[in-house]
């Protein structure tokens, strides 16, 4: 199997201009690229490990590598129960750049995390993203739920 980087890179460079202009931020791809790595290692953090390899399997190459950048699966997931904590969660996976990128309200960023599952629905069936949902606390559903069904 030939591993063609040049073409991981164009996809890559693609998503990551789309999602950019999807999310409103104009040519600041830096904040984009933050954001989307920080939900990611998020998500992970919160979802069982079995349900991180079948989202994964989905993925571009791209992406799959942003997903388990850092990854160690010898942790338990984090135990979020509310938005509020899992908001908490992403801006700690985004660091010194969170108060850039998400201000200080919620407000803005889970409109982020909105966005953001909406746009990876082009890349991830929706029977996965249902099992992710089904997989979440009952008070952080709502955030994949609402962009299911388009």
Avoid: C
Wanted: without cysteine; proline residues 3%; glycine residues 6%.
């Amino acid at each position: 199997m030939a591993l063609n980087f040049n073409q991981y890179a164009n996809e890559g460079n693609a998503f990551l201009n789309a999602y950019t202009e999807h999310m409103g931020f104009g040519p600041d791809k830096d904040k984009a690229g933050r954001i989307l790595s920080a939900t990611l290692y998020a998500l992970r953090d919160i979802i069982p490990f079995e349900e991180s390899l079948q989202l994964i399997a989905q993925l571009p190459m791209f992406l799959k590598a942003v997903y388990v950048n850092g990854w160690t699966m010898r942790r338990r997931p984090e135990r979020i129960k509310h938005m509020e904590e899992f908001i908490e969660l992403v801006k700690q996976q985004d660091g010194v750049a969170a108060v850039n990128d998400f201000g200080y309200e919620d407000d803005l960023a889970e409109k982020y995390l909105q966005l953001t599952f909406m746009f990876l629905r082009k890349y991830v069936s929706l029977g996965e993203l249902e099992d992710v949902r089904d997989s979440l606390p009952k008070d952080l559903k709502h955030m994949i739920y609402s962009n299911l069904m388009f």
